[in-house]
């Protein structure tokens, strides 16, 4: 069993600040996936990593995925309101979900 | 474009009641997957099936059966309904294992009284 855990577990901020995410486990992964998933409805992808040390950019978000392939962090700059949700890193293989980090970003 | 379709997306069962929750996707993936997501958890993995016939246990199956006769439909049954399956369930399809995105339905809202 592959333990997924993500850090913080909540955090709120305000609108225009920029914040960190973590995904980290003791095991190595081939690939991970970050979604986001908002209140009522299923997660949706924003990202697969597959090679230790990428960096991929999706607008304001950057995801790592570190030079081991035992974690992953989601940097946002300049939160908005539309940030605000639930945000999970998934072992690919795996099929497994850390518990998430639920964002709240206020106006 | 449907994607994942769960049905039905809400319902109250008594304890010791069954009922069986419905999955179907129109995306012709092969690989379905069976979640349970606690208020403020994450996602915790039920069954899952990697194709049509075949199935297999997550981390939590107690309670809890499934069957694919079909590629298209996954069904969850579960018998003598306990409140600790009370939780919201989601359904996902994927095409590829290795680095495949899961597509997921809207969930369905379960409470055992």
């Known amino acids: 069993t592959q333990l997924l855990e993500q850090s913080p577990q909540f955090l709120s901020i305000q609108e225009g600040e920029n914040l960190t995410v973590y995904c980290n486990s003791s095991?190595?992964?081939?690939?991970l996936q970050w979604y986001r998933q908002e209140p009522g409805e299923g997660p949706v992808l924003l990202v697969t990593v597959v090679t230790g040390g990428e960096v991929k950019k999706l607008k304001r978000l950057t995801f790592q995925f570190g030079d081991a392939r035992k974690d992953s962090s989601l940097h946002i700059t300049a939160a908005q309101p539309g940030d605000t949700g639930l945000y999970l890193c998934a072992g690919v293989r795996d099929m497994r979900f850390g518990a998430g980090t639920r964002l709240t970003v206020k106006p | 474009n449907a994607g994942v379709t769960q049905t039905p997306k809400f319902r109250i069962l008594k304890i010791g009641q069954s009922m069986t929750l419905q999955c179907t996707q129109d995306m012709n993936h092969n690989y379905m997957y069976w979640y349970r997501q606690d208020p403020g958890m994450g996602l915790k993995l039920i069954y899952y099936s990697v194709g049509a016939g075949i199935t297999d246990k997550g981390e939590v199956p107690n309670g809890y059966n499934v069957s694919r006769s079909t590629t298209e439909d996954f069904p969850l049954r579960l018998e003598l309904a306990a409140p600790s399956q009370t939780s919201v369930y989601f359904c996902?399809?994927?095409?590829?294992?290795?680095?495949?995105?899961?597509?997921f339905g809207e969930g369905s809202r379960l409470t055992v009284l």
């Open positions: 996902a399809s994927s095409l590829d294992f290795n680095t495949g995105e899961l597509f």
């Open positions: 095991s190595v992964f081939s690939s």
